[in-house]
Nanobody, 126 residues
Framework: QVQLVESGGGLVHTGGSLRLSCAASGRTFSRYAMGWFRQAPGKEREFVAVTRWIGGSVYYADYADSVKGRFTISRDDAKNTVALQMNSLKPEDTAVYYC????????????????WGQGTQVVVSS
């Protein structure tokens, strides 16, 4: 069982930055692919980014096209945390951001992730 708790959301102006963090419980954090998804009002939950440990000091990361070059996902397996650094924010980035985890899947389909946090709200004003 994994529990995920997000933090770091808030209100920011267009072009600003925010750093989201997700703290995970559990002793085998490194085995989990960790993802970030978001859901805007009236829209489906959509993939943002994912990271997975490959081995040694090598990590895999993937991003939605809409955030490539602006967002960076990172993880600290010693601290059981995963972060999402968001730069050059746009009003269309406004959403509730969710942290997710799964041991077997590291893709962009939200239905495949087993564990979810409660979400943190990000609002980008124009």
């Amino acid at each position: 069982q994994v529990q995920l708790v997000e933090s770091g959301g808030g209100l920011v102006h267009t072009g600003g930055s925010l750093r989201l963090s997700c703290a995970a419980s559990g002793r085998t954090f490194s085995r989990y692919a960790m993802g970030w998804f978001r859901q805007a009002p009236g829209k489906e939950r959509e993939f943002v980014a994912v990271t997975r440990w490959i081995g040694g000091s090598v990590y895999y990361a993937d991003y939605a096209d809409s955030v490539k070059g602006r967002f960076t996902i990172s993880r600290d397996d010693a601290k059981n945390t995963v972060a999402l650094q968001m730069n050059s924010l746009k009003p269309e980035d406004t959403a509730v951001y969710y942290c997710s985890a799964d041991t077997r899947y590291s893709g962009s389909d939200s239905a495949e992730y087993e564990y979810w946090g409660q979400g943190t709200q990000v609002v980008v004003s124009s």
